[in-house]
């Protein structure tokens, strides 16, 4: 589609932005507007929003600079610190969830029963001893770290919780 | 610039002494930009919204947003037309709805009723119409309209602000400059027919 412009639309609006449209405009610029349709729209347009926009300043009362700044930084150190505790709160669901885990297996254990639980407790114990000697090195390692793990995570995760 | 209690600026003060904080800009240099730039953006964001209200809050939100962007800018005109995109992509984000057809921006605050009491009926109606006819354009037409006309803005700046290729303002000015002019035609028919 073809846009009809004009060259002297920036004119026309400088014009009417400092009020000099139409009785301070040269009479060139008002005759050029009377022939130019392009430039006809534009006063139309131009003119009524110039006028709100000195309007819309007069009401403008915004804050002040200080109080703003200010405001930023109170904000800006709000989300600081909220991004700085969430590994905290990572440590913390870890935490919890490792205690809800060994609760689970608890209650597992509890379940079938005390009657033979001592065996069945023994025979685990020998059937994990036997798995991990079959296991390498560095796997024994790594399980006893696991479980060293699981164990001191939540003392760890209260530790740091706590409050003084 | 609104009124601040000392006792609220020492509260501020010490809670941002408290620790410092990484903002884009230093507090002299953002007060001065602020102080240059705040009524205009204001005057814009109450424009495009259609409320004071919304303009009071999304104001503090863009130049928070300003503070906190990463950007870097090359020259006082890239910043400011920043800001306008961030307030114009606020505006955007907040507005579900058109804007109401007439809404009384400046006659709600007793602080205005000397100005309020000084102009005429006419200026009066004809702002009304104003009102009506932007709150029935498209936020984006708006945008172009308010930028291109009330501002002078070139159309580069346009297409930064409002994120669009500066090729396409020149069309898309051009139809909401036609629209605005047939819903301004309507108002002072519909005035015309009331009277």
Known sequence: MSVPTCSRERDVWEAISHGRWPSLADDDLRAHVDACAVCRDVVVVAAPLVADRAVASAE???????????????????EAARAASQPITIVHALAIACGAGLLAAGATVWLRGWSGSIGTFMAAVNAIIVAVSTLDTRW????????????????????????? | MADVTFSEIER???????????????????????????????????RIAGDRQIADDLLQETYYRLLRARAPFESEAHRRNYLYRIATNLVRDTRRHPM???????????????????????????????????G??????????????????SHEEIAGVLGVKTASIKLLLYRARQRFIALLAGTVTAREKQS
Request: proline letters at 6%; zero cysteines; a negative charge.
């Open chain 2, 136 to 153: 029935r354009l498209k936020p984006r037409e708006r945008a172009l309209l308010w930028l291109a006309y009330a501002h002078g803005s």
């Open chain 1, 140 to 164: 024994t390692m790594l399980l006893i770290a696991v479980a060293a793990w699981m164990l001191l995570a939540p003392i760890a995760a209260y530790l740091a919780l706590r409050e003084d």
């Open chain 1, 60 to 78: 403008a009362d915004p804050p002040s600079s200080a109080i703003v700044w200010w405001r930023a930084q109170a904000r800006a150190r709000q």
């Open chain 2, 100 to 134: 109401p057809p007439v809404t009384p921006l400046a006659d709600d605050d007793a602080s205005h009723a000397t100005a309020r009491a000084s102009r005429s009926t006419e200026d009066a109606e004809r702002r009304a119409g104003l009102r009506q006819a932007l």
């Open chain 2, 12 to 46: 501020l003060r010490s809670d941002a002494d408290e620790a410092d904080v990484a903002l884009a800009m230093d507090e002299d240099a953002f007060r001065a930009f602020y102080d240059r730039t705040a009524p205009a953006l204001w005057a814009y964001l109450s």
